[in-house]
């Protein structure tokens, strides 16, 4: 049974830094993962979707890589902002790829 | 494109009623799969509906069910409402089978309370 975990649940940091946000997952036979972006009390976000043959994927500030034999993806934030602030979600295709399974986030805080 | 639609945006039940949920997918998505968000237990998977076929099944009791349309939209009704079945209920829509090679885009979700 594949499981996600995300580390750490929680991050606070300055405006402006650049940050790491991690995800793991147990079993490494995955066609893709993505990773989302949820504010308070809203649905998901879809920010990037790594395919299995890809190591990384950018959009504007957020870069994510995926290693597939670790069990490893992290998502980088570069110069971070307040309105970056949200929780962040990974998730894998699991069972017969037909559902996703996520890991429990990390609730990012970005102070002015 | 319009993304994801899903109404009613909030409910507040009793315990012991039904209610019924629903996703419009995005315009030419067939698939559209279910997920139930809650504090305790995270986001978990309910099912999946593709060309009017629950395609796969989370482990929910069978108070929790689904169809598809034919336009792919989809409903989720819940039955003999308990009050742990308090949650956001959130649906997500891809191009082909939920999974493999597709990208998964989520609704705003329904907040379903339970008195």
């Known amino acids: 049974k594949q499981e996600v975990t995300q580390i750490p649940a929680a991050l606070s940091v300055p405006e402006g830094e650049n940050l790491v946000l991690n995800c793991s997952f147990t079993?490494?036979?995955?066609?893709?993962l993505q990773w989302f972006r949820q504010d308070p009390g809203k649905g998901l976000t879809s920010l990037l979707l790594?395919?299995?043959?890809?190591r990384e994927q950018t959009s504007g500030r957020l870069n994510a890589s995926l290693d597939k034999s670790s069990g490893r993806s992290t998502l980088y934030i570069a110069a971070s902002q307040p309105g970056d602030s949200a929780t962040y979600l990974c998730?894998?295709?699991?069972?017969?790829?037909?559902?996703?399974?996520f890991g429990s986030g990390t609730q990012l805080t970005v102070l002015p | 494109k319009a993304g994801v639609t899903q109404t009613p945006r909030y409910l507040i039940k009793t315990r012991g009623q039904q209610v019924t949920l629903s996703c419009s997918p995005i315009?030419?998505?067939?698939?559209v799969s279910w997920y139930q968000q809650t504090p305790g237990q995270g986001l978990q998977f309910l099912f999946e509906?593709?060309?009017?076929?629950?395609?796969n099944k989370g482990n929910f009791p069978g108070r929790f069910s689904g169809r598809q349309f034919s336009n792919s939209r989809s409903e989720m009704n819940v039955s003999t409402l308990e009050l742990g079945d308090s949650a956001l209920y959130l649906c997500?829509?891809?191009?082909?089978?939920?999974?493999?090679?597709?990208?998964?885009?989520f609704g705003p979700g329904t907040r379903l309370t339970v008195l």
């Open positions: 997500a829509s891809s191009s082909r089978l939920a999974g493999v090679y597709n990208e998964q885009f």
């Open positions: 079993d490494s036979a995955i066609y893709n």
């Open positions: 790594i395919q299995s043959s890809q």
């Open positions: 998730a894998v295709p699991s069972g017969s790829a037909r559902q996703l399974t």
């Open positions: 315009s030419g998505h067939r698939s």
């Open positions: 509906y593709f060309s009017e076929t629950q395609r």
